[in-house]
């Protein structure tokens, strides 16, 4: 049987002496604590083990938004790649001070001081002046 918002609702917080586990579809279940803690995991199997994931816990993830998260790590596995890297941070991923970095070495180094003044005054500073902090936040909150 499918989840239901209303389901979870019922449930969220209060005393449970349901099924510990309810099952979606797509390997999404959501498993329920005796004091209606609901946390949604998702279940598949790698190089032949199962794995069980925690994706997030209701209601501060929604019913919609774990189907999300579950559809975008099917892919992964579909690919050939397991589910767990979703969460964790790519090592290549490249950081601003990495690009500012080859940047400077690669173009400013060339140009006259005078110019390189300009630039990180005229280009570069007013962009990470105007970034909003709340977003960054935002960002880090959800991809620590």
């Not at 999404?28 to 995991?41: D, K, Y």
Request: proline share 5%; charged share 25%.
């Amino acid at each position: 049987m499918a989840l239901s918002d209303t389901k979870l609702r019922s449930i969220s917080d209060k005393p449970y002496r349901g099924k510990p586990e309810l099952t979606d579809s797509d390997g999404l279940s959501a498993r329920i604590s005796p004091n209606g803690v609901v946390a949604f995991q998702y279940r598949y199997r790698w190089e032949g083990k199962p794995v069980r994931l925690t994706i997030g816990h209701y209601p501060s993830l929604s019913l919609k938004d774990a189907r999300i998260i579950v559809s975008d790590m099917r892919n992964l596995y579909k690919k050939g790649l397991n589910p767990k890297i979703y969460f964790s941070k790519d090592e290549g991923e490249a950081t601003l001070k990495d690009c500012l970095d080859y940047w400077w070495d690669k173009y400013a180094s060339t140009l006259k001081k005078i110019h390189k003044y300009f630039i990180v005054q005229l280009c570069i500073t007013p962009c990470i002046y105007s970034f909003s902090l709340y977003l960054l936040q935002i960002y880090l909150y959800l991809h620590g």
